[in-house]
């Protein structure tokens, strides 16, 4: 036979070949093999996916349809309470999740839960979001075996920004935490919309799809019952794809797929097609294009191949130019223009980073360079075209009105130039919403080293106490000294970072916390975490520096004690940190709640150690008057820390720093008639002798 022959033969057993391969891996067939129902309603139902007992992969799976209602309606699970209205084979399953509600006409008030069991839910996609005039929403779930909490406070303080859910208009949100599994969310009222009734009788808390919220002025009165929210699955039980590779008979990837890790602590992963084929990659791919090269009429092929690459050049060169012109808008929408020009209002430029060059020292943004979650969503680790590592997060939703307080912030906080400040480097605006680019902090955060117990021993009292006093300090300098005074509003241990040589850099301040030089109050969204909330926010609704005192002081006491501000592991008298440090105060136990590690026989470790619970004591006043100024504490903690002789500076200056802060502070109502120093000293004395 000659060459054409063998050519035939080649060909006819190629196509031999393909035909049995797709005919092998029709999804259609296999569904209709075991009775497979792949609708129910409007909702397709893909393998891995199933509705009964051989059509899905695990009760992980299992969609029940309730056939019932016209038309049927959908739920994950055995429990009907999670209709699913949409399923992707990207790894995410859209559910409707309850809207928890507190409504003061009809005095009806309930949470709401959402268990997503093995799953998780997605931390990218979801926000969470409280309205209402006069609003506390809560959040509540488990992280890695743990728990967890959050909680955001909104206020009407000025006219409703529609579209936005912006400071002071009706509405809060919070980004939730990568890896949260089952929660529980609340709405409630400080003062029962006692000044609000006429036109907000409810108070609303939710997770929800961010790109699937627009907030109104309407959703003050009336929000929906159930509300679309994003949840990640993938295929969990036997671990990620190099593990899951070994157990042949579970891998669910079939032919012609690639494995790809899912991005929670769990383990798991996702299959998908390899290039070229397309279809079910749980059940097989099949091919469509190029993956088999036939030697056949290679003139008209490649006529084909020259058309198809000219029509790509061409469809490339318009994708340019459309995306060009797409960032150049972002780019004037979100302030590029002043904030370029040295010769404008702002004063000296700010850096500004091409989307393109974030982009790339990202790989796109990849899931893998994440390392933390921030106010507005992930935290992504980045390495610039001079290999300098930097940190890359999202701004706060800017247009409108809003812009030309982006354009100032941004100019005020790159100008701060403070040691222990993680500085801004620049902006990049030529995206839908900013991202802020920050100096890199190489060793976690306070928090973390607080909660691994493995790590936490390794901090010596001298260092937690350089740690306090830097990070008073900066609180000190942005209340008084900064040209343009902050409240940080959200001051925490995981919100300090630390370096290689554990010293602190303060984080997350802003862009939306700068205080316009006429106002002492700050009547506004608090977005502080459940645990460092000041108590008298929620009955005066007025923010002031005293609250970054208050929040400060439960950090001292984290950092005293290695505990975390809130523990849902502890007894419910004992879950809130603060109260189970005035309790033990007040049972005369003070060294019995400390961190065995900071104490020794030295009188001087011991003094500190004395003072700064008393310190701490005066910061967690209920009323904001008697918690003494952030200036105040700085100045007392460089003077113990000159006790151990750490710190320089001259006698007087001691002296001074001893009269400014040698103040009675209570806890409590300030009718106690006892000096809580006094009180400090003799519960840990009293603590020493009991051991």
Known sequence: MGLSGKCLRFVLLQMLLLMVDNAALNPTQLAKRHDCLTKCGDLEIPYPFGTKSGCYLSRDFLITCNDKTNPPIPYWGTKPNLNVTNISMEGQLQVLSPVSRDCNNSHSRFGASLNVGDFRISYIENIFTVIGCDSSGYIHGMLNKRSYSGSCNSSCEKPVDDGSCSPGSGCCQLPIPKDLRGIRVYASSSNKQKNVSQFNQCNYAFVIEDNKFHFSASNLSNIAVKVPTAVDWAITGNGNCKKAKKNKAAYACKKNTLCKDSNNSSGGYLCHCKDGYQGNPYLGCKCIKNCNKLPLGLGVGLGSVTLTVGSYVIYYEFRKRRLIEVRKKFFKQNGGEFLSDPSGSTGDAATIFPANDLEMATKNFDEKTIIGKGRNGPVYKAILKDNN??????????????????????????????????????????????????????????????????????????????????????????????????????????????????????????????????????????????????????????????????SFGVVLVELMTGEQALSFDRTEEDRLLVMKFCSFLKKGRLSRILDKGIINNDKTNQQQIKEVAELASRCLNVKGVERPSMKEVAMELKRLRQLGGNVEGTNEEIENLRSETSSTGYYGDGNNSTSMKDQVSEDFDAGIEDE
């Open 389 to 550: 590592p930097v940190a890359i997060t999202k701004s706060m939703k800017v247009g409108g009105s809003q812009t030309k307080q982006f354009i100032h912030q941004v100019s005020v906080l790159s100008k701060i130039n403070h040691r222990n400040v993680v500085k801004l480097l620049g902006c990049c605006l030529d995206t839908k919403d900013p991202f802020l680019v920050y100096e890199f902090v190489t060793n976690e955060t306070l928090f973390d080293h607080i909660r691994n117990k493995d790590k936490a021993p390794t901090i010596p009292w001298e260092t937690r106490l350089r740690i306090a006093a830097e990070t008073a300090g900066v609180l000190s300098y942005m209340h008084s000294e900064a040209g343009t005074p902050f409240i940080h509003r959200d001051v925490k241990s995981s919100n300090i970072l630390l370096d290689e040589n554990f010293t602190a850099k303060v984080s997350d301040f802003g862009p939306s916390n700068v205080v316009p030089m006429d106002v002492t109050q700050l009547s506004t969204m608090v977005q502080n975490t459940l645990g460092y909330l000041d108590p008298e926010y929620l009955h005066t609704g007025q923010l002031t520096e005293k609250s970054d005192v208050y």
